[in-house]
């Protein structure tokens, strides 16, 4: 099976409530984030790992998206 790349997701999506999501592909997690909640502002991506402390890699927002399913890391 190929390899996967794998973030762990940190979302704002209301005022003062967050959520985190484990997420292979960047661009199906935006449009969830559309389609559930439709005033989210901001999420951060980072490394995958077991222990949930891996680097911050990238940062998006409602009006800078990411534009391709994968960072180029």
Same mark, same amino acid.
């Given at each position: 099976?190929?390899?996967?790349?794998? /973030?762990?997701?940190?979302?704002?999506?209301? *005022?003062?409530?967050f959520?985190?999501? *484990?997420?292979? *592909?960047?661009?199906?997690?935006?449009?969830?984030?559309?389609?559930?909640?439709?005033?989210? !502002?901001?999420?951060?991506?980072? !490394?995958?790992?077991?222990?949930?402390?891996?680097?911050?890699?990238?940062n998006?927002?409602?009006?800078? !998206?990411?534009?391709?399913? /994968?960072?180029?890391?």
């Amino acid at each position: 099976m190929k390899d996967r790349k794998k /973030y762990k997701v940190i979302a704002k999506v209301g *005022n003062d409530h967050f959520i985190k999501h *484990n997420v292979n *592909n960047l661009l199906l997690f935006t449009k969830y984030l559309d389609r559930k909640f439709p005033r989210w !502002r901001w999420f951060n991506v980072y !490394r995958y790992t077991k222990e949930g402390n891996g680097e911050q890699l990238a940062n998006f927002t409602t009006n800078k !998206r990411p534009n391709k399913a /994968y960072l180029a890391i």
